[in-house]
């Protein structure tokens, strides 16, 4: 079973960049989808990012497309958000998920479709 740790967090001016980092992936058998999630104060969990565990299929928010990169490394154990042009919108508490296994139907940009959660890592855009 995977246990999820985020890092990389912090505070940063507009404009800046940070990439968040999430480990302990574990078996490669034992994933199917790997995501990144935030939650703003007051708001619900909302979708960012979402990567197969096999293969480089990508899916993003409109509110980050084009601004945000999800990666994962080699051994599929890892997974990245470079988040590049940050405003004070994307302030948020940043989550890491597995999906456990692939489920018919499911698109996995819903929190419900997540079997495995990291604690969080907050980030903070502010001048």
């Known amino acids: 079973q995977e246990q999820l740790v985020e890092s990389g967090g912090g505070l940063v001016q507009p404009g800046a960049n940070l990439k968040l980092s999430c480990t302990g992936f574990?078996?490669?058998?034992?994933?199917?989808?790997m995501a990144w999630f935030r939650q703003a104060p007051g708001k619900e969990r909302e979708f960012v990012a979402t990567?197969?565990?096999?293969?480089?299929?990508?899916t993003y928010a409109d509110s980050v497309k084009a601004r945000f990169t999800i990666s994962k490394d080699n051994a599929g154990k890892a997974l990245f958000l470079q988040m590049n042009s940050l405003s004070p919108e994307d302030t948020a508490v940043y989550y890491c998920?597995?999906?456990?296994?692939?489920?018919?139907?499911?698109?996995?940009?819903?929190?419900?479709?997540?079997?495995?959660w990291g604690q969080g890592t907050q980030v903070t855009v502010s001048s």
């Open positions: 574990g078996r490669a058998s034992s994933t199917y989808a």
């Open positions: 990567l197969k565990k096999f293969g480089d299929s990508a």
């Open positions: 998920a597995a999906a456990l296994s692939y489920r018919v139907g499911n698109r996995y940009t819903a929190p419900t479709e997540y079997d495995v």
